[in-house]
């Protein structure tokens, strides 16, 4: 039972590379969120997809495209990474209820010099 | 707007000794309230969930959290820590509001446990 699947695991990209973060569940959950953590400042909200078919904007979306392949997957892509985006990035994903728990994946840090 | 508010960025105790972490929320209708855990290099795990249906909520490790409406709050506590327990914990929100509601994450209290 794999839950949530991100890759890769590590990342150094120089400024202004291009990169994608992949992320597959298979729990067959409706909802999926990119939370990036920095210290001090906990988990902050990226980019969601409520359903399949569909993405919105968290707090932090600025530098940041997704797309919502299919139910499973849900990829983060950084067009011109900056260091202002030196953190560690989680996928995470829920059933979508109310009353539901996200569930996460073991994250990717990324480092941009 | 949601949000939710954790009091103290560390906490420290001796092995053996209550866990208190606070939480206090903010939010315009009852909300659905989650503590979560981090262990170093690991992503995020479920402790536990305030669904309403009940106010006092055991979760894994010998964890429980009290929904106070009246306090805003939902403090986790364990009577007595161990050293297994030192990690980074997170209180989240989610509105109990209908259609989709986007989880709140507050910024994180770390556990540090003596011997």
């Known amino acids: 039972n794999a839950g949530v699947t991100q890759t890769p695991k590590f990342q150094v990209l120089k400024t202004g590379q291009s990169m994608t973060l992949q992320c597959a569940q298979d729990?067959?959950?409706?909802?999926m969120y990119w939370y990036r953590q920095d210290p001090g400042m906990g988990l902050r909200l990226i980019y969601y997809?409520?359903?399949?078919?569909?993405?919105d904007k968290g707090e932090v979306p600025n530098g940041y495209n997704v797309s919502r392949l299919n139910k499973r997957e849900f990829s983060l892509r950084l067009e011109s990474a900056a260091p202002s985006q030196t953190s560690v990035y989680f996928c995470?994903?829920?059933?979508?209820?109310?009353?539901?728990?996200?569930?996460f994946g073991q994250g990717t840090r990324l480092t941009v010099v | 707007a949601q949000s939710v508010t954790q009091l103290g960025s560390h906490v420290s105790v001796s092995e053996g000794a209550l866990v208190l972490l606070r939480c206090n929320y903010s939010?315009?209708?009852?909300?659905?309230l989650f503590w979560y855990v981090q262990y170093p290099n690991q992503g995020l795990q479920l402790l536990l969930k305030?669904?309403?249906?009940?106010?006092l909520v055991k979760g894994i490790n010998g964890f429980e959290a009290e929904f106070k409406k009246s306090e805003t709050s939902f403090h986790l506590t364990k009577p007595s820590a161990h050293m297994s327990d030192a990690a980074e914990y997170f209180c989240?929100?989610?509105?109990?509001?209908?259609?989709?509601?986007?989880?709140?994450f507050g910024t994180g209290t770390r556990l540090l446990v003596s011997p």
């Open positions: 729990m067959n959950h409706n909802s």
């Open positions: 997809s409520a359903s399949e078919g569909t993405t």
């Open positions: 995470a994903s829920s059933e979508g209820g109310l009353n539901t728990e996200a569930f």
């Open positions: 939010s315009s209708v009852p909300p659905y």
């Open positions: 305030y669904t309403s249906a009940a106010t």
């Open positions: 989240a929100v989610r509105p109990g509001n209908t259609g989709f509601q986007k989880l709140v």
